[in-house]
């Protein structure tokens, strides 16, 4: 894997003729950074699961409260978040540097197009965008960048949000966060959102079907599957729960649309 050395794109790395997660989660929150096939795809599966765009915004905020948590709480002054997807204000950087200026953020993803966009937004010598592949956990582990930025003798976030269902179960999903869990030094923290059927059984394969033409396929998982992925990290109250449960910072509507995704942040004590 190496990491991408300028703002600019190679197109014949860009696979077009495939929708791609990232792209297609970035039509959901109103972006522009995607093709029409990332669009046409993203519209089946609005048909399908019509609270999609509530559901990723819904994620994304817990996503930002995790973070201001574990800057403002935990006093984590490094990040690693993997599978970052294309770049939308605000940035993980953005809501640690608000809180701690000196946090140190490496971001990691497979999408060159990702890199390119993520790149172009960084101006400061504490934050990294690295090209490299989440289904081979050492060599984003291994990373010079990121080792440039993250000191694994030092406390760290890991954040893998809205990322795991994309690897499906062939390719280890359990051993590939179990790699990087076993990276950490005691007092770091996971930060992990994962899509689940649980909630809407009866369109789960619709669902996923869409997913099944794109360049990587969506693996719901179960409330019990989802947990197995923090091993034997301690999670912080409420536990894992639908994203927009996760601490909310208001009281949720009456008729909120039911999400998902569940997300949970827990530490390693030992």
Avoid: C
């Avoid at 990491?3 to 791609?20: A, F, Q, Y």
């Avoid at 399908?48 to 905020?61: K, L, T």
């Avoid at 950490?184 to 619709?206: K, Q």
Wanted: proline share 7%.
């Amino acid at each position: 894997m190496t990491s991408p050395t300028s703002g600019g794109v190679d197109p014949l790395r860009i696979d077009t003729s495939k929708p791609h997660p990232a792209r297609m989660y970035d039509y959901f929150l109103g972006g522009k950074d995607n093709y029409e096939v990332d669009r046409e795809a993203a519209e089946q599966f609005i048909k399908v699961a019509p609270e999609v765009r509530v559901g990723v915004r819904a994620n994304r905020r817990f996503m930002h409260r995790a973070v201001r948590h574990l800057v403002a709480e935990g006093g984590i002054r490094q990040i690693l978040d993997v599978g970052t997807g294309l770049p939308t204000e605000p940035n993980v950087h953005q809501i640690a540097h608000a809180i701690a200026p000196e946090t140190r953020i490496a971001y990691v993803d497979n999408d060159p197009i990702v890199s390119a966009h993520s790149m172009a937004l960084m101006d400061d010598t504490d934050t990294s965008v690295v090209l490299a592949d989440l289904r081979d956990p050492r060599a984003v582990l291994d990373h010079p960048d990121v080792r440039e930025v993250i000191d694994f003798d030092r406390p760290v976030a890991l954040l893998l949000v809205a990322i795991m269902h994309f690897v499906s179960d062939a390719e280890d999903p359990y051993g590939i966060v179990a790699t990087l869990r076993d990276a950490l030094p005691t007092g770091s923290y996971l930060v992990l959102s994962h899509a689940t059927g649980d909630l809407h059984e009866d369109r789960r394969e619709d669902a996923a079907s869409v997913y099944n033409k794109a360049s990587a396929t969506m693996n719901l998982r179960s409330h019990s599957g989802v947990l197995d992925f923090f091993g034997d990290f301690a999670l912080l109250d409420p536990g894992l729960v639908q994203v927009p449960d996760w601490r909310p910072e208001e009281p949720p509507r009456r008729d909120a649309p039911q999400i998902g995704i569940y997300g949970g942040v827990a530490r390693k004590d030992g």
